[in-house]
């Protein structure tokens, strides 16, 4: 048996208190100080293992590498793996890979590495009785592959009292966890549907989620609008959270959103199930969660002691705080603003330490799925136990390739050129030179290159080092600067390429014909799937739900879906007779056509406004084709009442559109297809009583969706559907989904387009409408 071995089979599994990391001990109990997160350069996740490794391969043939050590105090076991022990010279080493000058390693991020170093220091002195050791903290600089150790001697007695002080102030709180989820688990076990009744479909659909959680599946399930998606999957998903029997049970549900209107829905809905507010409240902890510049105070300032008010003293502050927003139970945004300001401390960085503590999440779909997401890191970090509950799931197909694709633009490069601090001018000059040397071998405006340019990347990484330790130099210029935004963008390029392959496309677009300017370098990702695939695995289940997942092998396809995924067609509610569905087979919105077919477009909004005054949306492929509708309109029609959806509305414009969809109002709201108005908006009964679609919503035909198409149909052999057709009618029948939003709904949507009448487009049309 191997000393590593024996080293863990030592601890009992006695643990009532349960299992905590050697790491996450650490974060809870030994951080202290200021918040600083101060920006060092940091390595990429591939170059610190590269970095540890090329520590460890300088050790003697005696050094043990990543020793597993567990330990059990009083109930709790603590556990991790040491980077490396070396036992002849009886020295524990923590090992941290790092750019820049080592002295700008934050004192407080110091002291957490030494006391991780030390906890494994005292498991090691207990388990091979030894009066002391060394702990090492090892930095080592990637790019100059130097180390820096900064060892420290300790006797037994030392180590084990730091390990029992921080195992003392852990264990209260891990007790008191215990006790909340043993009362969460009981009170949900017991919950109820808070309706007398389920909707028609709605019960199809909970029962689907249940099984899918209780079993770890995944589920895609596709259900009309209106039948309370929202309430029936965190209903069954949090049924079927505690677990069967003496199994663990989910530790978190993380509630998904494309659109921070959906994130409302969720709150909402969680409120009605566990009866917020009331005696017989459940223990349920909810955490909204934002993006740091909606949650920030101080958004003149940097996050570090220095600077912000809300980051200097965070962890001395942050226990008080952390007990508060524990008992709070809610932590929706006024809430955990109103906690953390008690507490001073900054609201954003409180809600991300009460993700470790909260039994749902709700947030956006980047927290789980963007390039190093906080949820997903840290549920792979702690080994949670997760279900998802992914809502408008559609979205996330192209939500997903925007997380994965970057673009470097010229035009910003040359601006950060004239503005660049002196020191980066050489660096900055030599990836002109290599970007220039890439304009000069494009033969074509737009051209796909076989692989992102390895020189070009190379380059790239030596600017980004050189800024990063610029910055660190050099706070000042790291306050969202055009530096450090610039900087941003090229690591985000960065660790796109990293991940480059099949699944994405890399190239060149020549703005103008100027041999001499630079072109775009854009890596666009296509099929999401492959980058997913990961997520889906760390998961203990999932369900993407939507009202619009057809063609379900497509959205699977592209999404990256188990095999096995479960599938669910949820019944709809609404009956054929509440929806009048017409198609205008006379007109053609084809681009060529689009101004010849305006005049019969506009006769039949008219003609139907005429006949039955209300309120409608009609909707059209483009700002421009809007405009020439609307005009046209207004040129035959004055005494129609319009409003347009313009470009870039801001949040109050919006409502003022929405605002006039009112009960006893008429009028007809001018909107593009795909746009804030497709879809998430929430207008029953009189609000909207049809809908006009002058489009397929066919993305546009040009070079980037030309070569998707070609991508796709190599990968999946439908190119067209995939790339044009399928997007589109998920965005129309999104669009119609506005108009019956409710069994007592009644209402009209004219299809303006012949296409539609054709069978391949119909059959994309919800099986409940009757076209007539
Ligand atoms: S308030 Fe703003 S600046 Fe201060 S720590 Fe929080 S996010 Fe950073």
């Known amino acids: 048996m191997d ?9 009992t599994d006695d643990a009532p208190l349960g299992v905590v990391a050697v790491r996450a001990l650490c974060d809870f109990a030994a951080r202290a100080g200021d918040l600083d997160l101060r920006f060092t350069p940091s390595p990429s996740g591939a170059e610190g293992v590269e970095g540890h490794g090329e520590v460890t391969s300088r050790r003697a043939a005696s050094y043990q590498r990543e020793v597993p050590l567990a330990t059990v105090w009083n109930g709790l076991r603590v556990q991790g793996r040491a980077d490396g022990w070396d036992p002849d010279a009886r020295r524990v080493e923590e090992i941290k890979t790092h750019r820049g000058d080592v002295a700008l390693i934050a004192p407080n991020r110091r002291a957490l590495h030494r006391a991780q170093a030390m906890v494994y220091g005292h498991i090691l002195c207990q388990q091979l009785a030894l ?3 060394e702990t090492a903290l090892v930095y080592f600089n990637i790019d100059t592959q130097t180390e820096t150790p900064l060892p420290q001697w300790h006797s037994a007695a030392e180590l084990r009292a730091h390990f029992e002080d921080l195992c003392t102030r852990y264990a209260g709180w891990a007790r008191a966890e215990r006790a909340h989820r043993v009362a969460r688990d009981a009170a949900l076990r017991e919950l109820s549907f808070p309706f007398p009744a389920f909707r028609a479909g ?19 399930a596709q259900a009309p609008t209106g039948i309370g998606k929202t309430l029936a999957t965190l209903f069954a998903a949090l049924k079927a959270a505690p677990g069967e029997g003496a199994g663990p049970g989910t530790d978190k549900v993380f509630y998904l959103t494309a659109k921070t209107p959906g994130r409302q829905l969720a709150l909402d809905a969680l409120a009605t199930l566990t009866q917020a507010g009331t005696p017989r409240a459940i223990p349920l902890r909810v955490l909204e969660r934002m993006a740091r510049d909606k949650a920030c105070e101080h958004p003149d300032k940097a996050c570090h002691g220095e600077s912000c008010p809300l980051a200097r ?15 709070a139970g809610r932590l929706d945004k006024t809430a955990l603003r109103e906690v953390a300001l008690a507490h001073s401390v900054c609201p954003y960085y409180l809600g991300q330490e009460m993700l470790r503590w909260c039994d749902v999440a709700v947030g956006d779909f980047n927290h789980f799925f963007d390039h190093g997401a906080a949820w997903h890191a840290l549920t792979e970090a702690n080994g949670w136990t997760v279900d998802l509950l992914v809502d408008e799931a559609h979205n996330l197909i192209e939500r997903a390739r925007l997380m994965h694709s970057a673009t470097l ?38 051209e796909v290159l076989p692989d992102v340019p390895g020189e070009f990347v190379a380059t790239l990484q030596g600017v980004c080092s050189d800024i990063g330790d610029h910055l660190a130099q050099h706070p000042q210029d790291a306050v969202d600067g055009p530096l450090q935004r610039w900087w941003f963008d090229a690591l985000h390029f960065l660790r796109v390429a990293e991940s480059f392959a099949e699944h994405s496309l890399c190239d060149l677009t020549r703005a103008s014909q100027a041999r001499t300017q630079h072109p775009q370098l854009a890596i666009r990702n296509v099929v999401p799937g492959p980058l997913l695939a990961p997520r889906w695995a760390t998961a203990h289940s999932t369900t993407l739900f939507s009202a619009t997942l057809a063609p379900m092998d497509y959205v699977a396809d592209l999404l990256g879906l188990p095999a096995d995924t479960l599938r669910l067609d949820a019944p709809s509610p609404f009956s054929a007779d509440q929806l009048a569905v017409r198609i205008a087979p006379h007109i053609s919105t084809r681009w060529a056509d689009r101004l010849t077919s305006l005049d019969a477009v506009v006769q039949v909004i008219a003609a139907q406004y005429q006949s039955a005054p209300g309120n409608y949306l009609a909707f059209f492929s483009s700002f421009d084709y809007l405009q020439q509708a609307l005009d046209r309109l207004q040129q035959h029609h004055r005494e129609l009442p319009v409003w347009a959806q313009s470009r870039g509305m801001g949040e109050p414009e919006r409502e003022a559109f929405i605002a006039r969809f009112t009960e006893h109002g008429q009028g007809i709201g001018f909107a593009v297809l795909g746009g804030a108005f497709g879809e998430g908006i929430d207008l029953p009964g009189r609000r909207l009583i049809g809908a006009f679609i002058a489009t397929l919503g066919l993305p546009q035909v040009n070079p980037v969706n030309e070569q998707m198409r070609a991508r796709l149909q190599a990968r999946f052999g439908q190119g067209y559907d995939y790339a044009y057709l399928f997007p589109g009618l998920q965005k129309v029948v999104q669009a119609a989904g506005r108009v019956i939003r409710s069994e007592q709904d009644h209402g009209t949507v004219w299809l303006l387009d012949d296409r539609f009448a054709r069978a391949e487009v119909r059959r994309l049309l919800p099986a409940w409408w009757r076209v007539g």
């Open 3 to 11: 000393n590593a071995a024996r080293l863990v089979e030592d601890a």
């Open 202 to 220: 709605q019960r199809a659909l909970a029962e689907a989620v249940h099984r899918t959680h209780r079993h770890s599946r995944v589920l895609m």
């Open 409 to 446: 633009d010229p035009a910003a490069f040359q601006a950060l050129r004239q503005s660049a601090p002196a020191a980066l001018k050489k660096p900055l000059e030599k990836l002109q030179r290599r970007w220039s040397a890439l304009g000069k071998e494009q033969t074509q405006d737009h």
């Open 313 to 327: 003293g965070f962890y001395d502050r942050l226990p008080a705080a952390r007990t508060a927003a524990a008992q």
């Open 131 to 133: 009066e002391g050791l």
